[in-house]
């Protein structure tokens, strides 16, 4: 199984940028999907989820309104739309997909496959 995260590059603040993140070996359909972030020196956050139906999302407060996560059942992807970045939003991002939600997906300690990350650079 692997996720090929890709997308990532040097961008700046104020434009847009859109993450993918691709499997193999494994369908996407019944998982829950995700992207996380770690910034230098920080420690991985959740970004955003989105459901298996595609119907449900979720995003932590620092991203909510400008990130859209998004999901293809017949490209088998997941994508992140990044728009009005920030300086602040420099960090890998990693994809992420497990069976099921909740606190443990989001702190990161209960996820099934992880991406190889891929680097967002905003200059100010």
């Known amino acids: 199984v692997q996720l090929q995260a890709s997308g990532g590059g040097l961008v700046q603040a104020g434009t847009s940028l859109k993450l993918s993140c691709a499997a193999s070996?494994?369908?996407?359909?019944?998982?829950?999907l995700g992207w996380f972030r770690q910034a230098a020196g920080r420690q991985r956050e959740f970004a955003a989820e989105?459901?298996?139906?595609?119907?449900?999302?979720r995003y932590v407060d620092a991203v909510m309104g400008r990130f859209t996560i998004s999901r293809d059942h017949a490209k088998n992807t997941v994508n992140l739309q990044m728009n009005s970045l920030k300086p602040d939003d420099t960090a890998v991002y990693y994809c992420?997909?497990?069976?099921?939600?909740?606190?443990?997906?989001?702190?990161?300690?209960?996820?099934?496959?992880w991406g190889q990350g891929t680097l967002v650079t905003v200059s100010s």
């Open positions: 992420a997909a497990n069976r099921v939600s909740g606190p443990t997906f989001y702190s990161g300690k209960e996820v099934a496959y």
């Open positions: 070996g494994v369908t996407f359909g019944n998982y829950v």
């Open positions: 989105i459901t298996w139906s595609g119907t449900y999302t």
